[in-house]
């Protein structure tokens, strides 16, 4: 890795309770020496204040898309990233953050204010939904250890000399 550029890393939370967030945080606890090496994290905002949106070998989106603003933002990030990597259920499936689209009629009119003072989607979208999602990690939230094998096998692939 010494001759070569670090990778480009994004990491990016939208509606949901942001754990796989902290899950990776819980990771770095073991990884930090060799992700520093490897790794340079242009924008992660429960990393540092100061972030970058301008290119990313990897993005890392967790959360669904709950309203317009999302949806643009993620599509700006998938015309930056060359992967798009799906983290946890809410980005993969939809659920649960989406709860409302399972509501009963009744139910939605109850919130249908919410939607409109918060300018939300009429129905919570999955990352797939919006753009193009190269790799999925699911789980409630991601599974620590398949997180790990993802990040291998992305540095593999666009470090193979690494
Ligand atoms: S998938 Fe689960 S852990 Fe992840 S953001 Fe959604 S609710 Fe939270």
């Not at 790794?39 to 709950?66: P, Q, T, Y």
């Not at 620590?144 to 000399?161: I, N, T």
């Amino acid at each position: 890795m010494e001759n070569q550029e670090k990778i480009k890393l994004g990491w990016f939370s939208y509606s949901c309770c942001e754990d796989s967030t902290i899950v990776m945080t819980e990771i770095m606890n073991e990884h930090w020496q060799d992700w520093k090496k490897l790794f340079d994290f242009r924008h992660a905002r429960v990393l540092k204040s100061n972030n970058l949106m301008d290119e990313f070998d990897v993005a890392f989106i967790e959360g669904a898309i709950a309203s317009p603003a999302q949806e643009e933002i993620v599509k700006e990030i998938r015309s930056k990233a060359k992967k798009v990597v799906a983290v946890g259920a809410c980005a993969c499936v939809g659920l649960p953050a989406g709860q409302r689209n399972t509501f009963t009629e009744g139910q939605k009119e109850a919130i249908d204010f919410l939607i409109t003072r918060f300018g939300a989607l009429p129905k919570v979208l999955k990352l797939s939904d919006v753009i193009k999602v190269d790799v999925e990690l699911p789980g409630c939230p991601m599974n620590p250890d398949a997180f790990l094998k993802a990040v291998d096998a992305l540095v593999k692939e666009l470090r193979p000399q690494s």
